[in-house]
């Protein structure tokens, strides 16, 4: 049903000229899209009244245009580099990553329950009845023989200067964050702001998915919208800004015209990351059209930045676009 109603979706958008499929007369490249004359004034519309919000509403929010390319250092210590470069299988359906050795056999009786589904294509029939392991998240069928282990960092490398050499790797950035928090004292600095006191940004962030999908909820390039808010390391303070934002952002949503009803959130949920330490309590507000994916986390974290050492801010952003590294 949802994979039919995002075909609809995904050819209507090229024919009226907002989105079109990137690189599309080479064949095509997976994960990269090209916004048409309709689309681009569309995201920059967007990008508009989210900015107009921001920053131009908020005394205590200034913004930031930060550099896409940043020292690999950066990635190295927010952690990014060393996780996820085990060879991980990533699932079709809830697109989570495993160990291939963790993975179960699969079943018959799972296999033709499977099959059983009206919506099946015959392509994802003939995945299903290969199969060899089953997905412990979400029970859907692993192919091992089709998707192989693949040794995965979301990072996509790029090489500065002439010569192509580990030395100088470095890596696209992968969120907009880093570079709000590489700046966070410059800010502190040049614009007399004293905590709580927040930045924003809007700009593109890179991510090398293994199975992009879902039209523009999943690729590789896109562009994220996210304002960093730094408070006092105090957990009263931390709740009360985090139902703050919690109710200013759905006030936004509603003021543009969004209904409540399409608009489920997510429950809060506790949750722990090897990412960041401490405790993150996170809300995610769910993208319309049925599709699981965020289009806004909320979410609070105890969070080591690179300048100041620990700090608890809540972090604002726009997702596509997010990825379980973070979640
Ligand atoms: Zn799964």
Not at 259 to 284: A, V
Request: glycine share 8%; charged share 25%; net charge positive.
């Amino acid at each position: 049903m949802i994979e039919d109603l995002m075909s609809k979706i995904t050819s209507l958008a090229k024919r009226r000229g907002f989105i079109f499929p990137g690189s599309e007369i080479y064949g095509g490249i997976a994960g990269f899209y090209d916004y048409g004359p309709l689309g681009v004034e569309l995201k920059n519309n967007i990008k508009k009244l989210w900015w107009q919000e921001m920053v131009y509403k908020h005394d205590e929010i200034v913004g930031l245009d930060s550099a896409i390319i940043t020292h690999p250092k950066v990635w190295e210590a927010s952690g990014h580099v060393t996780a996820f470069t085990d060879p991980l299988i990533e699932c079709r359906s809830c697109h989570k990553r495993f160990r291939a050795d963790n993975l179960e056999n699969i079943s018959d009786k799972q296999k033709s329950k499977m099959l059983s589904k009206q919506s099946l294509t015959d392509k994802n029939k003939e995945y299903i009845k290969n199969a060899d392991k089953v997905c412990p998240d979400c029970g859907y069928a692993i192919n091992t023989h089709v998707d192989t282990p693949k040794q995965f960092n979301l990072l996509m490398k790029t090489y500065l200067g002439t010569v192509e050499g580990e030395k100088d790797a470095t890596y696209l950035r992968g969120e907009t964050c880093q570079g709000i928090y590489l700046n966070y004292k410059n800010v502190l600095d040049s614009m007399w702001k004293k905590i709580p006191f927040g930045i924003a940004q809007i700009g593109k962030a890179f991510r090398n998915e293994i199975t992009p999908g879902n039209f523009t909820f999943r690729t590789r390039e896109f562009e994220q919208m996210e304002m960093q808010w730094f408070i006092k390391a105090d957990l009263k303070e931390s709740e009360k800004w985090f139902t703050y934002w919690k109710e200013e952002r759905m006030k936004w949503y509603l003021s543009l015209g969004f209904k409540k009803e399409i608009m489920p959130r997510r429950q809060p949920i506790l949750s722990i990351t090897r990412h960041f330490p401490g405790k993150n309590l996170k809300e995610s507000i769910i993208g319309v059209i049925g599709i699981f994916r965020g289009i806004q986390n909320l979410v609070e974290l105890t969070y080591y930045i690179l300048i100041t050492k620990q700090k608890i801010n809540i972090s604002l952003g726009l997702l596509r676009p997010q990825l379980e590294l973070i979640e």
